[in-house]
């Protein structure tokens, strides 16, 4: 196997991810092979969609470039906003991908995109084979829960200026790539109420 490059700026997708994984349990050779082997690349256009509701949620995203969201449609027809995902992070609806069953949400690209994606079969191999896929994707899914269980507390005990001011933190990539009226959604206001919010905090800064 050729060395794997994980440190200069012009990673390869792969390298990308093995770079991601050394962040915490470094992967050794056969590893890094096996990540060659099971994930495979796919470009997403804008507006594409990882996922619809209605379809069993098959793999697991790793996103190398552009940007995700992860919504619920309600019976009115409104689109709510549960998550965002840029680069070297992770989007899946994990009920549908372990349970098997159809998803209730939707994944869509805000930007044209490229991920690697694996399949859970594939990823339950790794599990059982390479302890460090088990321990890294741990780490990964309790950041993600840590995150969920922030946002709901936040939605129950915070004003909408403190969870903008939340979501600028948790997202401070993505604040000039996301539309108001995404964000808005997210936060559960109006895009209006959103500009009110912004102009405030400029005229404070």
């Not at 098959?58 to 940007?67: A, E, K, L, P």
């Not at 998550?83 to 994944?107: C, G, K, M, T």
């Not at 922030?150 to 401070?172: C, D, G, H, M």
């Not at 993505?174 to 108001?180: F, I």
Request: a neutral charge; aromatic letters at 14%; glycine letters at 2%.
């Amino acid at each position: 196997m050729d060395t794997i490059n994980t440190s200069t700026a012009t990673a390869t997708p792969t390298e990308q991810l093995i770079r991601f994984f050394n962040r915490f349990f470094a992967l050794d050779e056969k590893e890094c092979e096996e990540v060659i082997r099971l994930f495979s690349q796919r470009n997403i256009r804008r507006k594409g969609y990882l996922l619809q509701e209605g379809d069993v949620c098959r793999h697991y995203y790793f996103i190398v470039s552009g940007c995700f969201k992860m919504f619920a449609v309600d019976p009115s027809g409104k689109e709510h906003n549960l998550q965002f995902s840029a680069e070297n992070d992770w989007i899946s609806d994990l009920h549908s991908f372990y349970s098997e069953e159809p998803s209730r949400l939707y994944i869509e690209a805000l930007e044209p995109s490229v991920v690697l994606q694996i399949q859970h079969e594939d990823l339950l191999y790794l599990f059982i084979n390479y302890h460090k896929f088990d321990r890294n994707f741990r780490i990964i899914t309790e950041r993600k829960y840590i995150n969920f269980q922030n946002r709901i507390l936040q939605n129950i005990s915070s004003t909408a200026e403190e969870r903008y001011l939340s979501f600028v933190k948790q997202y401070p990539g993505l604040v000039n790539r996301v539309p108001n009226t995404q964000i808005a959604s997210y936060l559960g206001i109006t895009p209006e109420f959103l500009s009110k919010i912004r102009k405030k905090i400029v005229t404070v800064q």
